[in-house]
């Protein structure tokens, strides 16, 4: 397996500005940022497949997303949040 960026940031071997984490989950700022307020929401297991993320997991990451929209709408005053899945490479 290649090195992925996402596990460095979870475990901490690379630099992020980490917004949130608990045991299963980890919130990030985007390193290069499509829109003001980007954020990533990573499992903090690593899945090669979509297919493969366990139900606790998947239920974390789009709960804690919801707040951390909920909390972008407020904070920047936004007009909409987008929600996408970033699909293995």
Do not use: W
């Not at 460095?8 to 390193?31: P, Q, R, S």
């Not at 829109?35 to 990573?42: E, F, I, M």
């Not at 997303?65 to 005053?77: D, F, G, H, R």
Request: include cysteine; charge should be negative.
């Amino acid at each position: 397996m290649e090195t992925c960026i996402f596990c460095e940031i979870v475990h901490k071997k690379a630099e992020a500005y980490i917004i949130y984490e608990n045991e299963l989950v980890c919130c990030f700022l985007d390193k290069f940022p499509i829109n003001k307020g980007h954020v990533l929401v990573v499992p903090k297991t690593h899945y090669q497949e979509f297919s493969e993320v366990d139900g606790k997991s998947l239920n974390e990451v789009i709960l804690i997303s919801q707040k951390v929209a909920i909390s972008l709408e407020n904070l920047l005053n936004t007009d909409g949040i987008t929600v996408l899945p970033r699909l293995p490479l």
